[in-house]
C-alpha cells in the first residue's frame, strides 16, 4: 500500500471514531483532502484509493494540477474545492474550474463568481468564511455582518449558499478547540433558524478533526495527515 493510501486509512479510522463517539453517522461528513504544494501524482494515489474530493489554496498552481490530473485519469471525476484567500481579480478561473468555494468573506468577490460561472457548469457552491477569533489579522467576515452577507449572497442566481467555514486560531486544549467550532456551529443554527437552508459546516484540519465533528463539521480539510508535511506554503 502506498503511504497515501495508508495515510487515507488512518485518516477514516480517525473519522470513524470521531464520529461513533459523537453519535453521528460515518456519511454525515465529508473528507476533503487538501493537495495543496503536493503534485498531481500524490492526487492520483489518492484517487486510486477512493478519494474523490480535493481541496487547493494556490489558483495557479491548483489550475495546472486539475490538467495534469485530468491527463492521468481522464475517467475519473474529481470534485474541486478552492480553500484559499481569493483575490477578486482572480474570481473568472475559480468560477469556470472549481465545484465549491469555501473562503468567501466579501459581497463584492460572490457576485463575481456568480456572475462569472459558466451557466452551463450549474451553480456554484460556496461556503462564507467566518473569523471566529475575532483577531484582526484572520480573513473571514465578522460575525455581526454575517447575516446580512448570507442574505445578500444566497440571492446570487449562480451560487448555492452551502454553509459557513472556518479556521480558529490554534487552541491551547480540546476544550478551547471545541468552543471555536462549537461557536461556528451557532452561527451557522442560527442562520438556518432564520429559514436558510444551510447543510455544510466546513471545519477541522489534521490536527483538529475530532474536536471539529464533536461539534458538527460536515467536510473535514485535511492535508498533511493525508500527503505528509509541506516543505513550503
Ligand atoms: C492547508 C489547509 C488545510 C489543511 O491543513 P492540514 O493541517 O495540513 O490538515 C485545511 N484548510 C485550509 C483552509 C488550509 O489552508
Known sequence: ??????????????????????????????LLAVSKTFPAEAVVEAMAAGQRAFGENYLQEALDKMQ??????PATPVEW?????????????????????????RLKI???????????????????QVNISGEASKSGAGEDELPELARQVAALPNLRLRGLMAIPERAND???????FARLRALFDALRAQGMAL???????????????????TIVRVGSAIFGARNYE
Open 110 to 128: 460572490a457576485q463575481r463568481l456568480s456572475e462569472q460561472r459558466p451557466p452551463e457548469l450549474g451553480p456554484l457552491d460556496i461556503c462564507l
Open 81 to 105: 474545492h478552492f480553500i484559499g484567500p481569493i483575490q477578486s481579480n482572480k474570481t473568472r478561473p475559480i468560477a469556470a474550474h472549481f465545484d465549491w468555494v469555501h473562503t468567501v468573506e
Open 68 to 73: 495534469e490530473v485530468a491527463r492521468l485519469q
Open 1 to 30: 500500500m502506498s503511504t497515501i493510501a495508508a495515510n487515507l486509512q488512518a485518516v477514516e479510522a480517525t473519522i470513524g471514531a470521531a464520529c461513533t463517539s459523537a453519535g453521528r453517522a460515518r456519511n454525515e461528513v465529508q
Open 174 to 180: 480540546e476544550a478551547q478547540q471545541r468552543a471555536a
Open 199 to 217: 447543510d455544510t459546516l466546513s471545519m477541522g484540519m489534521s490536527g483538529d478533526l475530532g474536536a471539529a465533528i464533536a461539534e458538527g463539521a
